[in-house]
């Protein structure tokens, strides 16, 4: 059983650009969270997913961030025109449901020049 | 001020040694967690308890919910626990987790 996967791993961006991070959950999880780890900083929480579904999306910034979790396929953290301060880890969880144990993925480490 | 504090920020120990790392909280919770951050960035979770007391090996995590505080105890310290811990609150109501700022440990051989 594989664990939660995260890719890509690194990803570099320009300012202005849109950065996609996608987030496949493990098998039988269709609990989705994701994660921003700023440098020097603790974990903070963005969103909160179930299966086509937006459940809490009180961490996410206004304006340039997305995510979803379709039926089929992984979850996608989308962010438009991509700043500096932008630059991060960005850690997805899964849960088989809510509040049981969170299994985090590796994390993609976003660059934006 | 955070919802969840953590302390030491950083911790240094000589290996075989007994490690105590502190995590408070000013919410209500339905759950505690701890995990474990290595330098490489990878995040592993290795407790999640509501009440008494979790042992994994040579880990050990209390918890008093009274108190609203929680420690997790590392028995014979290796270089290999080097990592940064993490203190995370799962609130009773709403979805979001608080994240304590972590503790930095180093063990040295």
């Known amino acids: 059983n594989a664990g939660v996967m995260q890719n890509p791993r690194h990803l570099v961006r320009r300012r202005g650009q849109e950065a996609r991070l996608r987030c496949s959950p493990m098998?039988?999880?269709?609990?989705v969270y994701w994660y921003r780890q700023l440098p020097e900083e603790g974990l903070k929480f963005m969103v909160y997913l179930q299966k086509e579904n937006i459940i809490d999306e009180s961490g996410m910034p206004k304006e340039r961030f997305s995510a979803e979790f379709p039926k089929e396929g992984p979850s996608i953290l989308r962010i438009q025109q991509v700043v500096r301060g932008d630059s991060a880890a960005y850690f997805c969880a899964s849960s088989r449901g809510h509040r049981e144990t969170q299994y985090f993925g590796p994390g993609t480490r976003l660059l934006v020049l | 001020k955070n919802e969840v504090e953590q302390s030491p920020q950083n911790l240094t120990a000589q290996e075989g040694e007994f490690i105590t790392i502190n995590c408070s909280y000013s919410?209500?919770?339905?759950?505690l967690h701890w995990l474990q951050q290595h330098p490489g960035g990878g995040i592993v979770s290795l407790f999640m308890l509501s009440s008494g007391k979790k042992k994994h090996g040579r880990l050990i995590a209390t918890i008093n919910i009274q108190e609203k505080h929680s420690s997790l105890h590392i028995t014979a310290s290796h270089p290999r626990d080097s990592a940064v811990y993490i203190c995370a609150a799962g609130p009773n109501t709403g979805n979001q987790f608080y994240f304590g700022t972590g503790t930095s440990l180093t063990v040295i051989p």
């Open positions: 098998k039988g999880h269709s609990h």
């Open positions: 919410v209500g919770i339905s759950a």
